[in-house]
């Protein structure tokens, strides 16, 4: 049982950084009254905490959007499902309180409904892009993200000789060995242009009626990373298009930063706040109750989307928190009317931010882990192998998957796969919890070496993009 006093303790940290430090003090406590008076239901610690940490980052990044909008005088934002679900909600109050001239726009879309329709153009590309790495890859996952149903991925790796390895845990090393003999084979290449150009015409009739082919300047909005469903969005609308993220690893394309703008960090700057930050946390939390957009059908006169499953997996805590957000829309009326886009301070926001996601993300509690750690999560496109957020790894498996035995295991010199964690700092708590004192010195010695790793890693691509 974790005790009341350190759910308080951690409050009052995030509540210290936001009164020094941003005009939401007053929003945050009328909302945290009226949740206490009329809304009890959300007064669970991970709500709260919820409130307190990730909605503020929310709110900052909206202010940095909208100023980024108004200067590149971009008229229509499109928000991306399902990252873009609680930023839209914010856009769309900011933009209806302040009564700017941007029109704010959800649309169902994600990088399995975008890319697929598009792989019949160039089935080089299409094998380089489901032959991605993640958690726990294996053949079978990735001849589904190609659209094949079982039998099809049988039959595709009989060709290939590799039957009997549908299900190995693949490291990045034989990921990209994978790749080389997938495109040489003309039965992958057959499924994917029949699977691909079927795809096809519902995807470009939903995007045409979405407008995203009107003759008007426009930008998308999601999470970020590396700006490949933006690539693909553009390939099917036939024009170079301005993407606002979160932020960003990786450009996509050579020397165009303009086309691929982020708030918290940028290809290529920003190391110290990409190595306490994790991108598979933020997504898991800021996401919206709905499954995942898999491609778009012809319903009477329009085009709806398909979705893999009805609900997202963590649907509840969303909806709870989606509640918790609107709640603190509704108080923070004034606050946002005072704050005029021309007052927005950049640098001051981004200080703020990265003290909120330090504590968050990369020095969280035993409570914080126990809380958002067990959000359900997937990287991969198609959303298989489900695991929490926080993955349940033990200090061994830990300590394998750092940065000198990982480079070992990808170069082919150590044999076995990496467990990873999509939120590894999570599972460090977790794996020292057991221990006398929960652990603190093992856990803090993990913690710092997951950050060193990030640093080398985060450093490595900067320079790389930075020399393009």
């Not at 669970?44 to 100023?67: A, K």
């Not at 003999?181 to 470009?204: C, D, G, P, V």
């Not at 329009?302 to 805590?317: G, I, R, T």
Request: contains cysteine; aromatic residues 10%; hydrophobic residues 40%.
């Amino acid at each position: 049982m974790i005790p009341k006093s350190d759910f308080k303790a951690r409050v009052f940290d995030y509540i210290d950084i936001i009164e020094s430090m941003t005009d939401y003090g007053p929003a945050l406590m009328a909302t945290v009254n009226e949740i206490l008076k009329s809304h009890k239901h959300l007064h669970d610690r991970t709500t709260m905490l919820y409130l307190h940490s990730i909605v503020p980052i929310l709110m900052e990044f909206n202010r940095w959007l909208i100023n980024k909008s108004m200067k590149d005088k971009v008229k229509r934002l499109y928000f991306l499902s399902r990252d873009g679900f609680q930023p839209y909600l914010i856009a769309k109050k900011y933009v209806e309180i302040t009564g700017i001239d941007i029109d704010c726009r959800y649309v169902y879309l994600s990088r399995q409904s975008m890319k697929m329709p598009g792989y019949h153009m160039d089935f080089k590309g299409a094998v380089d892009s489901i032959c991605t790495g993640g958690i726990d890859v294996n053949l079978k996952m990735i001849l589904k993200r190609a659209g094949l149903d079982y039998a099809q991925c049988l039959e595709v790796l009989k060709e290939l000789g590799l039957e009997n390895q549908a299900d190995k845990v693949l490291n990045y090393r034989q990921i990209a060995d994978l790749r080389e003999k997938l495109k040489k084979s003309t039965l992958l290449r057959q499924l994917i242009n029949k699977n691909s150009k079927e795809a096809y015409e519902n995807a470009i009739g939903y995007l045409k009626q979405e407008g995203f082919m009107d003759d008007i300047d426009y930008a998308v909005v999601d999470s970020g990373w590396i700006g490949t469903l933006q690539i693909a969005i553009e390939k099917l609308v036939g024009k170079r298009i301005k993407g606002y993220y979160f932020g960003m690893y990786e450009l996509p394309t050579k020397n165009e930063k303009d086309r691929f703008d982020a708030y918290f960090f940028k290809a290529t700057e920003g190391l110290g706040r990409k190595a306490i930050f994790s991108n598979s946390l933020f997504e898991t939390i800021c996401s919206a109750p709905n499954g995942m957009t898999i491609g778009y059908e012809k319903a009477g006169e329009k085009y709806v989307c398909k979705l893999k499953d009805k609900d997202n997996p963590n649907a509840q805590k969303i909806e709870r928190n989606i509640e918790c957000l609107n709640i603190m829309l509704s108080n923070a009326n004034e606050i946002i009317k005072a704050k005029q886009v021309a007052d927005f301070n950049y640098r001051k926001s981004l200080k703020f931010s990265k003290k909120i996601c330090l504590l968050l993300m990369a020095k969280p509690t035993r409570m914080e882990v126990k809380g958002f750690g067990n959000y359900v999560f997937s990287d991969d496109v198609l959303e298989a192998n489900k695991q929490y957020v926080a993955a349940d790894l033990s200090l061994s498996e830990i300590k394998k998957g750092q940065l000198f035995n990982k480079m070992l295991t990808v170069l082919g010199i150590k044999k076995g796969a990496i467990h990873e964690s999509a939120w590894i700092e999570g599972s460090i708590v977790k794996a020292c919890e057991g221990l006398p004192a929960g652990g603190k010195r093992v856990r803090l010695k993990y913690l710092r070496a997951i950050r060193r790793y990030k640093h080398i890693v985060f450093l490595r691509k900067q320079i790389k993009a930075g020399v393009r």
